[in-house]
């Protein structure tokens, strides 16, 4: 899912981060949901005030996506999470299990079919160009790269799922997973239909941010 707040003047904001202040609209991070919230006026009910999305929004948050993907994967490859290069990316996958197989959505179907069999299981993920990788890895492109599981490959994964719906381009490929909802349960993501946009008042999100009481 992707968070959307309110700037001061009525401009609807991409809040990737989920920490921009007061009510927040949720909305399933798919292109086609953000496009049917715009073109219906979803955002206006959700913020419950008049609410105006800049022509830009889907590109501004593609691009935002694709900039939270590229440094996530940098902090991997600088944790140690992340190879780059067909020859140890192979060599990392015959190893074992990885916490995902990366591959450059413009390199060749050869190469990456060579690839996918070894993966065993875990994401694929083709939603970043050969370029973006690159910048990732401090190269100037990058076809296939292997992730090592830890708390940087985790949230590398998150932000490659999310932006995957955006790009035509990506066929990236999850585990059926659930998205979590401000409060906390588990809710299916979906694209946003008739009805509005879910949304939280500051308040609803400050007690989600509350510890529980059971000691855990």
Excluded: N, Y
């Amino acid at each position: 899912m992707i968070r959307f707040a309110l700037s001061p003047d009525g401009v609807v904001t991409p809040d990737l981060a989920e920490r921009l202040p007061g009510r927040g609209v949720w909305v399933s991070a798919e292109r086609a949901a953000v496009e049917k919230a715009v073109r219906k006026g979803l955002f206006a009910r959700g913020f419950k005030c008049a609410a105006r999305a800049p022509e830009d929004l889907l590109a501004q948050v593609e691009a935002l996506l694709a900039r939270r993907a590229v440094d996530a994967l940098g902090f991997a490859r600088k944790a140690g999470l992340a190879v780059g290069g067909f020859d140890k990316t192979r060599a990392r996958l015959r190893e074992g299990p990885v916490a995902a197989l990366i591959e450059a959505s413009d390199g060749a179907e050869g190469g990456r079919a060579k690839l996918r069999p070894l993966a065993a299981g875990a994401p694929v993920v083709s939603a970043l160009a050969a370029q973006e990788l690159g910048l990732a890895f401090g190269r100037e492109f990058v076809i296939h790269a292997a992730l090592d599981r830890g708390g940087a490959a985790d949230r590398f994964v998150r932000e490659a799922q999310r932006l995957a719906g955006f790009r035509a381009a990506g066929q990236t490929s999850f585990p059926p997973q659930a998205a979590g909802d401000d409060d906390g349960k588990a809710a299916t993501a979906r694209p946003i239909d008739g009805g509005a946009a879910r949304a939280r008042s500051p308040k609803d999100e400050a007690a989600d941010a509350r510890p529980a009481k059971d000691g855990s």
